[in-house]
């Protein structure tokens, strides 16, 4: 990548506020409906009568009912920002719009019926291969005026047919990277650890300061220990049919009985389990969350991180830069393969957030280079395959447990990178490119259709 490349990819692409519970099948919508609000702005004629539909193909319309896509559309088409101000989507909202006739926008009533005008079209249309596609259509006096997007996973998103406009960094990047290696090469020319590269380069790209830069990421790091803490004072059933109690609450009082007693034996990995479980409870009820890289897999990191801060008394400030780590190996692993598990299953999702969370915590107990590079690679090799099935297309089974089992093994892979030299066979990048290979050959019905596994062997 050239210096001061405008490719260049920011860690808070992926470590983002957002509502859940996907962040392709939710927050991806959501900021597309927002971007589409906007082009109804400018396309409104005064006086002129407006309607509006969306048709939704592929996986978003096999799992966006679970997915609360059509709450989303209307969230971002009536200008909300829930994901800015910590609400939950509002099921309410469809019958509120009904009642209304339409959306406004600016001044001007938008006719538009959630159940009527969001269309749910399985089958892909001939103009799009992605399997997470939209399409607004707005009619307004005699003019259309249509734009398709798709949803690529981690609340990202891009228009077809149109260019995307990416963001330019405010000064050139100093150190630019696309893989795990470029990182690695970076890191032992300059001597500083990947949180310090990436906080160089997240400065240059912002035109920030560094304690501006550090001030995000203290945010972030605030809003994931109140997304556990919601969840572990939380109770009752999850919304959407299936009958999944929350069980958090239930772990996390396990984990505090087994550390007073003799048989403490796996009272760490129930602590990572609970509050892996309480975000993931939180996130599949559509409450705030951070995506840490997506929505359905964002109890991982904050698990992760809250373990590793009370067991090795870390202050807040030092676990935040931590999310640099973090962040870097997984813009490695969307520039390499993807973060999203309609393109390649729950490898890239729950797989990719247990790599981001080993390599953060490897670098947070003092590991060298290499030894972060090992812990990100053991934790993504050992979810290679991992099909990504959710029963009845809601983000609860099988993905709650698979978060709090994501959150140990990254703890486990941390813990064995730093019991070695770093030395290690297999390159992170290769396990990636390995990782974007599997999920090309997963069959349709693996990656986020709810057509696969359990979601048609499950309850
Ligand atoms: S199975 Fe994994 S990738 Fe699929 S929705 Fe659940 S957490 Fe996301």
């Keep these: 990548m050239a210096r001061g490349s405008p490719a260049y990819q920011s860690i808070f692409s992926i470590l983002r506020p957002a509502v859940g519970p996907s962040s392709s099948h939710t927050l991806g919508p959501l900021l597309c409906a927002r971007d589409f609000r906007a082009r109804i702005e400018r396309a409104l004629r005064r006086g002129a009568a407006a309607s509006l539909r969306v048709e939704l193909y592929g996986s978003l319309a096999a799992t966006g009912k679970g997915h609360r896509t059509d709450l989303a559309l209307i969230a971002g088409l009536s200008g909300e920002r829930p994901e800015e101000d910590g609400s939950a989507l509002a099921p309410e909202s469809v019958a509120r719009v009904q009642a209304a006739g339409g959306i406004a926008v600016k001044g001007t009533l938008v006719r538009f019926d959630p159940a009527r005008d969001i269309r749910w079209i399985r089958k892909l249309p001939a103009w799009s291969a992605h399997p997470n596609t939209m399409r607004f259509v707005l009619t307004a006096g005699r003019a259309k005026h249509a734009a398709a997007y798709v949803s690529l996973g981690a609340g990202l998103f891009t228009p077809l047919g149109r260019k995307p406009a990416a963001p330019r960094p405010a000064q050139p990047i100093p150190y630019p990277y696309r893989t795990m290696h470029d990182l690695l090469a970076i890191s032992e020319a300059t001597g500083y650890p990947i949180s310090l590269l990436v906080l160089a380069d997240e400065t240059a790209f912002a035109g920030q300061n560094a304690s501006t830069v550090l001030e995000r990421l203290d945010h972030l790091w605030r809003l994931m220990k109140a997304t556990i803490e919601r969840g572990l004072a939380a109770e009752g059933e999850l919304p959407g049919g299936l009958g999944v109690m929350r069980r958090a609450k239930q772990i996390w009082e396990e984990s505090r009985r087994r550390v007073s007693h003799p048989e403490a034996i796996l009272a760490p990995a129930l602590k990572a389990d609970a509050y892996a479980f309480a975000v993931a409870e939180e996130n599949a009820a559509g409450g705030a969350i951070v995506t840490a890289p997506t929505a359905g897999s964002a109890g991982v990191i904050p698990a992760v991180l809250k373990v590793w801060q009370e067991d090795l008394a870390l202050p807040d400030r030092t676990v935040a830069r931590g999310l640099l780590t973090a962040g870097a190996v997984g813009i490695v692993i ?39 590079e090992a812990a990100a690679e053991v934790a993504i090799e050992h979810h290679l395959g991992m099909t990504c099935d959710p029963v009845a297309g809601l983000v609860q089974i099988p993905c709650i447990e698979r978060n709090a089992m994501g959150a140990v093994k990254a ?49």
């Design 411 to 459: 703890l486990n892979a941390a813990a064995v990178s730093l019991a070695g030299t770093g030395r290690h066979l297999i390159s992170f990048d290769a396990a990636v490119r390995a990782m974007w290979r599997t999920g090309q050959d997963l069959r349709t019905a693996y990656r986020e259709t709810a057509r696969g596994g359990l979601a048609v062997e499950g309850v």
């Design 334 to 372: 969307k520039n390499l393969a993807s973060l999203s598990g309609a393109e390649v299953g729950c490898q890239g999702e729950v797989g990719s957030a247990a790599a981001m969370a080993a390599a953060a915590a490897a670098e947070l107990a003092g590991a060298i280079p290499a030894q972060v």
